[in-house]
T-cell receptor
Framework: EAQVTQNPRYLITVTGKKLTVTCSQNMNHEYMSWYRQDPGLGLRQIYY???????DKGDVPEGYKVSRKEKRNFPLILESPSPNQTSLYFC???????????FGDGTRLSIL | TQLLEQSPQFLSIQEGENLTVYCNSSSVFSSLQWYRQEPGEGPVLLVTVVTGGEVKKLKRLTFQFGDARKDSSLHITAAQPGDTGLYLCAGREDTGNQFYFGTGTSLTVIP
C-alpha cells in the first residue's frame, strides 16, 4: 500500500530537549516536504527536498533542520524546541513539486 | 500575509444549500490543487486544475481556475453532511519549487 508514515503521532516534551520526527514514503517520490498546521494559517511549508542531499527552506524554517540521506526518508529535527513550535506537523511526498502531495497522518507536538 | 488567501474562513450551512469557496493570490500558479482534510487526518487531493479558465467537475463539486491562473473557486451544489471538512487550495508558483497552501475554509453542513 502506497503511504507516507510519520512517527510519533503525538509527543509532549519540554523546552530545549532535542527531538526528531521521522517520515518515510514507499512510492519512490523525489519531492518531500514538511508542513506545520496552525489554526487560521492553513499549512505552511517548513522545508522541502527535491531529491537526495537536496533540501531547501520553505516559509517557516527557523528552529528546524532536515536531512535527506536516502530517497525514502526525510526526518524533521528540532534541536532546541520552544513553545511556539507547538503545532500539528505533516510530512508529504510527491513525484514532483507540481504533482499532488501524499500526506502522512500527522504528528501533534506539544512543547511545554 | 499568505500567498494564497481563502474565503470564507468558516462556513456553516444547511443540507441542500449551495456554496462557493474562493482562493486568491497575486501570484501566478502553474497549477492549483484542492484538498479536503478531515479531523485527525492529512489532506486528501480532490482535483488539480492546470489551464487558465479550466473547469472541472467532481460529482456535486465544480472547480474553476481563473483565466490569469491567480485564483480558483470551488462550488458545491446541494451540500451534504458528508461534505463537512476543511477545504484547502494549494499550488506551486510558475517559478520555484516551494509549495503553498491556502489559509483553509472550514465547512460544516448541518443535517
Amino acid at each position: 500500500e502506497a503511504q507516507v508514515t510519520q512517527n510519533p503521532r503525538y509527543l509532549i516534551t519540554v523546552t530545549g530537549k532535542k527531538l526528531t520526527v521521522t517520515c518515510s514514503q514507499n512510492m519512490n517520490h523525489e519531492y518531500m516536504s514538511w508542513y506545520r498546521q496552525d489554526p487560521g494559517l492553513g499549512l505552511r511549508q517548513i522545508y522541502y527536498s527535491m531529491n537526495v542531499e537536496v533540501t531547501d527552506k520553505g516559509d517557516v524554517p527557523e528552529g528546524y533542520k532536515v536531512s535527506r540521506k536516502e530517497k525514502r526518508n526525510f526526518p524533521l529535527i528540532l534541536e532546541s524546541p520552544s513553545p511556539n513550535q507547538t503545532s500539528l506537523y505533516f510530512c508529504a511526498s510527491s513525484s514532483a513539486p507540481w504533482q499532488p502531495q501524499h500526506f502522512g497522518d500527522g504528528t501533534r507536538l506539544s512543547i511545554l | 500575509t499568505q500567498l494564497l488567501e481563502q474565503s470564507p474562513q468558516f462556513l456553516s450551512i444547511q443540507e441542500g444549500e449551495n456554496l462557493t469557496v474562493y482562493c486568491n493570490s497575486s501570484s501566478v500558479f502553474s497549477s492549483l490543487q484542492w484538498y479536503r482534510q478531515e479531523p485527525g487526518e492529512g489532506p486528501v487531493l480532490l482535483v488539480t486544475v492546470v489551464t487558465g479558465g479550466e473547469v472541472k467537475k467532481l460529482k456535486r463539486l465544480t472547480f474553476q481556475f481563473g483565466d490569469a491562473r491567480k485564483d480558483s473557486s470551488l462550488h458545491i451544489t446541494a451540500a451534504q453532511p458528508g461534505d463537512t471538512g476543511l477545504y484547502l487550495c494549494a499550488g506551486r508558483e510558475d517559478t520555484g519549487n516551494q509549495f503553498y497552501f491556502g489559509t483553509g475554509t472550514s465547512l460544516t453542513v448541518i443535517p
